[in-house]
């Protein structure tokens, strides 16, 4: 009989949500009473709302439990393991019976997330053993020229999943045709789109998939040195690439005449990024390298002429790395018979926000947005109503109710006006004010703006500035028009892609909630009870029962009253949280 | 464009006697004369004092030849480096897209308030630092904060309180 095995899911979000506390609560009993178990980890498998995940791996097969906290974990233990009776209501997947949380799967094709959740990410024979590094042999074996490795990455149709959408194969036929005596392969890691985590999962679920892309591709354009260029806020990310690139090396998949190929030498190293969202672009994420400020430089040259350190160099991104190896196994049909027309294959996203099973997803392009956010995402919240989703990041925008329909591919998305982006799908409910959103992106984008256009670092300001006015209801007549004169002159004059796209997340809430600006320029309202300035909490003395839980939930001491007696909020000391509101369970507080 | 808390003159002769700079030569020694090592200069200096100290960037600039005037636009340029010393543990509170629909507003202000600092400051007993990230890749916890390497979901604004009055009690039980 095979030895049962336990798999803990530690990625970042699982260990938010006290994963390390069930890990240690399994070992403990699994030593203290000597079980005769296996305790393994592995990373994310994008149920991040059902988090912390427990697998447990039985000669009946695998069930995974959710939400599972220190006492569950006894229970699992007793019932499952020593017991064998699974205690089914905690289980959230399984291939032996349905759970309510099926759906989430349904409709989903892993590629280039084909290994998170299911291997040890530390461990490189968990990846070899479900093909890792075959794409390197299989070039080894059959021979496969460059030019042939790029001609299936162009037969794919893989298009750059960072944001910019560019065709891959073309991006490295440009850098393969320029000769140099050195070339750089570079993975932009560097996820800067704030509500995105597809890149930190693929990261540390499966650092080997990207490495092995990264190594075909230096071979495909020629290139010996390779560069991870990752956030520091993403330390197990940086953590679990470290020993991966150790175990490559170690295996000889990095080093100098990499699987006998004569003269084929390549190194990865890692360089942790500062912090600034520019860097997402190619020429200032170059000059981050070079230990410069990372402003963006005019194009051409472009990057496969003269990149960094002016050599030719090729820039993907993390999931962009981690299709090829897959592509390149299984041939350019087993990805492009996937999608639509012009995308092909599939994408990442990260469904955050009012949903319901917030978490990681991949679908094949052209998957209805309905679907995704519906089946996959299990509705929204509270079952409240749906508002919007937030595509693109910054430099996307939103897409309301009404577009809800649509194909979810880059010419679709495209057409309402956001971006397909790197994948940050942040939905929005009735409650989230969309003037407020489009606050929040400018006045992240002026923050972030290099400074070096003057539009972009002074029009973002302005654009700010009359945003803010108008959620603290002081708005003006012509504050719609202004806000869509400044956006157009910001993408006109600035040179990189930040300032481009800077006014989209504006210029898509205008178009599609003209309405929201104009009741809060208008009648000083905010529609979604959300801008705290044209907010006030009342508590209804007829529903009041005095049962202090809003007293005690305050976080300043704002509500008074005795026990048994009608509370009262003060207005003056009133942050206007909302703990209060979502606390009461009479109903007696009102926000207007 | 980022504009960072500068210490005056006094306050900069002040810490410079409590630094020992010492303790970034092994540092400077990696990385002499290798091409781009300004960023991993500065982010070890950081990880050695928790911010940049004047005197540091002086003696890199002496030992390794680099401009001044690039590392000190090279620390202000990025979000990472601090110029002024930090407190014993760092809350940086995600105002991230997702945490920033899902209410990280209500959790600043309600630290604010516990703390008594704004954003980018250090409490008076030099414990807490508060600091505002833009995301921390645990999106779908929102809303999330981070106190040192630790991050915590789902957060209301009295749960963030009550996690930072743990800490503080922790703190004076070792005393
Ligand atoms: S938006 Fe807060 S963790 Fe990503």
Partial sequence: MAQTKVIVGLGSCGIAAGANKVYNKLKAIKDAENLNFELAKTSCIGMCFREPLVEVVDENGSMIYGDVNEDKALEIVQQHIIGHNPIKDYVVKTDLFKTPDNSFFDGQVKIALRNCGYIDPENIHEYESRNGYQALRKIVNEKMQPETIIQTIIDSGLRGRGGGGFPTGLKWRFAYSNKADEKY???????????????????????????????????????????????????????????????AREHEYLGKNIMGIDGFNLNINIKEGAGAFVCGEETALMASIEGKRGMPSKRPPFPAEQGLWRKPSNINNVETYANVPYIIANGAESYNKYGTEKSKGTKVFALTGKIKHGGLVEVPMGTPLRDIIYKLGGGIQNDKKFKAVQLGGPSGGCIPEHLIDIQVDYDQVTATGAIMGSGGMVVMDET????????????????????KCTFCRIGTKRMLEILTRITQGEGEEGDIEKLEELALQVRESSLCGL?????????????????????????????????????????????????????????????????????????DICIKCGDCYSNCRFDAITKN | MRVQRLLTETENKKIADNVDLKLIEPLIEKYKGKKGNLIPLLQGVQSIYGYIPRSAFELLSAKTGLKLSDMYGVATFYAQFRLSPVGKHIVKVCHGTA?????????????????????????????????????????????????????????????????????????????
């Fill in chain 1, 499 to 571: 300032g481009q796209t800077a006014p989209n997340p504006v210029l898509t809430t205008i178009k599609y909630f003209r309405h929201e600006y104009e009741a809060h320029i208008k009648d000083k309202k905010c529609p979604a009870h959300s801008c705290k300035k044209l907010l006030t909490y009342t508590i209804d003395p007829e529903k009041c029962t005095g049962c202090t839980v809003c007293a005690v939930k305050c976080p300043v001491k704002a509500i008074d009253g005795e026990r048994k007696k009608v509370h009262t909020i003060n207005q």
């Fill in chain 1, 432 to 451: 989230t004010c969309m003037v407020d959103v489009a606050r929040f992106f400018l006045d992240f984008t002026q923050k972030e703006s290099c400074g």
């Fill in chain 2, 99 to 175: 945490c920033h629909v899902q209410g990280a507003d209500a959790i600043s202000t309600a630290i604010k308030d516990a703390l008594g600092v704004s954003d980018g400051e250090t409490t008076p007993d030099k414990l807490f630092t508060l600091e505002t990230v833009a995301c921390l890749g645990c999106c779908s916890l929102a809303p999330v904060m981070m106190i040192d390497e630790e991050s915590y979901g789902k957060l209301t604004g009295s749960s963030a309180v009550k996690i930072i009055k743990e800490i503080k009690i922790k703190e004076k039980e070792n005393k």
């Fill in chain 1, 185 to 247: 392969i570079i993975c932009n890691a560097d996820e800067g789109d704030p509500g995105a985590f597809m890149d930190r999962s693929l990261l540390e679920g499966d650092p080997h998939a990207v490495i092995e892309g990264m190594i075909i591709g230096a071979y495909a354009i020629g290139a010996t040195n390779g560069i991870i260029y990752c956030r520091a806020e993403y330390p197990l990310a940086i953590k679990r690439l470290n020993i991966a690139l150790s175990q």
